[in-house]
């Protein structure tokens, strides 16, 4: 579209009449002549005719350059618009084509994930039903183990559900004004419990102490909870994590560090993606689905913000959510 | 004379070690002349020096206004052919572009001297 605006417009009579102005004083020059001498009306007469004629088909000549010149950068701005449109076409196949295939292969892992746990069920529950394979004894172990697993099940398809909503973009930002301290002690009071199993120190950090921001608070906790959540998983016991929320020229930005394993270089690249299988493992017997971090993403995006890693193998790891805070203009 | 091409006009590139003026690209300017009037003053100043000349027209599209300033070039050098000047063109085209390929042959018919039709891969 830019280079279609930026052709000239349609051309006036004053371009073509400099084009044909050699023409033109020609054609004044043998009017001139024509009066000034005493010629006789034999000859003066055929003459006349003929520069009239001349002075008709030069007029002609240049309305037909000037309607022609209109009509070809007409023809050029459609070419070009049509082009445009063409590759908007193609780019919007190609991403259709894309998303596709992710769509297959988030089909095909969800059915994987969803499958060993089952079969685990499946397994269990045929040893509970024959009195051969399990004595009573073993019964509620086994009746707890299915539970855990129905739970891993569980939290995958919430996932999935989650993510298809956030990536269909049906969801509605609710911004509005909070106490960024208040933000803070929801977190904490929600991630204590897991923080006191694990005997991590959990650090809360708001700067400034009064700041207030504006945003759905419904979606920034869901981000800094599913961060915090998996610093917690991947953390040792008897280590910290540190969460901080600090708001700085009309951005929040909120950090989760930990002293995990650190997240190697070629982890961080697909740390986003769906179903991206790491080297790192929960400490604590957690579930995970795989789809943590790219619901954190996709839902970062929604509110217009952006998520980062910073980490070294074997040095913990610290997650970046910068989100902007304030009402836009 | 080393006009850039733009948006609307061709590049304009007079090569001395080669004796060769370059035409390139589109024309479709909004004031015809005040492109092509420079181009055909220094032409003329040029010529006055009786050089040997090589033209290469490698145009990809001309409007109207354009083929007629064109052609006011080719009688300019066509003028010196039959003055006795050493001068030649060359109509470059691109085989798959039919219109340009005839435009090509159009500007070739007036004129009488050197003229050749170059397809370009």
């Not at chain 1, 023409?23 to 055929?46: I, M």
């Not at chain 1, 509605?172 to 002690?185: F, K, Q, S, T």
């Not at chain 1, 909120?254 to 493992?281: E, M, N």
């Not at chain 2, 015809?32 to 181009?39: E, G, I, W």
Request: one cysteine or more; hydrophobic letters at 45%.
């Amino acid at each position: 579209m830019s280079k279609a605006s930026s052709l000239p417009p349609f051309t006036t009579d004053a371009p073509v009449e400099k084009l044909f102005a050699r023409e033109t004083e020609a054609l004044r020059k043998a009017e001139t002549t024509l009066t000034q001498q005493q010629l006789s009306d034999v000859v003066y007469e055929p003459f006349r005719e003929l520069v009239k004629h001349h002075r008709r088909l030069l007029r002609q000549a240049m309305k037909l350059t000037t309607l022609s010149d209109a009509t070809q950068l007409q023809l050029r701005r459609t070419t070009r618009e049509l082009s445009t449109a063409l590759e908007q076409v193609r780019q919007l196949n190609e991403s259709l084509q894309t998303l596709q295939r992710e769509r297959e292969e988030i089909f095909a892992m969800a059915v994987h994930d969803l499958k060993s746990p089952l079969s685990g069920i499946h397994g269990l529950a045929a040893l509970i039903s024959d009195p051969e394979l399990s004595t009573a004894a073993e019964h509620p172990a086994m009746g707890r183990d299915i539970g855990q697993l129905a739970e891993v099940m569980l939290a995958t398809v919430a996932d999935l559900v989650d993510l298809h909503r956030y990536e269909a973009g049906t969801v509605a930002l609710r911004p509005a004004h909070h106490a960024v301290i208040d933000l803070g002690e929801l977190l904490r009071a929600q991630l204590l419990p897991a923080a006191r199993r694990k005997h991590i120190k959990l650090t809360l950090i708001t700067r400034p102490p009064d700041a207030s921001v504006y945003l759905d608070a419904d979606a920034l906790l869901r981000v800094v909870l599913n961060l915090a959540t998996n610093a917690l998983k991947f953390s040792p016991a008897g280590t910290a994590v540190e969460l901080k929320l600090k708001l700085d020229a009309g951005l929040l930005h909120a950090t989760v560090t930990d002293q995990g394993p650190g997240i190697s270089a070629d982890d961080q690249k697909k740390l986003f993606k769906k179903f991206a299988r790491l080297a790192a493992r929960p400490t604590g017997g957690e579930g995970s689905s795989g789809l943590g971090l790219a619901i954190v993403k996709r839902l970062v995006e929604i509110q217009s913000g952006r998520v980062w890693c910073e980490s070294t193998l074997g040095a913990g790891a610290a997650f970046h959510v910068e989100l902007p805070a304030a009402p836009s203009a | 004379m080393n006009l850039p091409a733009t948006d609307t006009t061709p590049a304009v590139l007079f090569d001395s070690a080669r004796n060769l003026l370059r035409f390139a690209g589109e024309s479709y300017p909004e004031d015809v002349t005040a492109f092509y009037h420079p181009v055909a003053a220094w032409l003329r100043e040029h010529l006055a020096t009786r050089p040997e000349l090589k033209v290469e027209l490698a145009f990809t599209y001309l409007n109207t206004s354009s083929t007629k300033a064109l052609l006011d070039l080719l009688l300019l050098l066509d003028d010196y052919h039959r003055s006795g000047g050493v001068v030649s063109v060359e109509w470059h085209y691109q085989p798959g572009i039919e219109v340009m390929h005839e435009a090509g042959e159009e500007f070739g018919d007036d004129l009488a001297l050197p003229y050749r039709l170059v397809p370009i891969a």
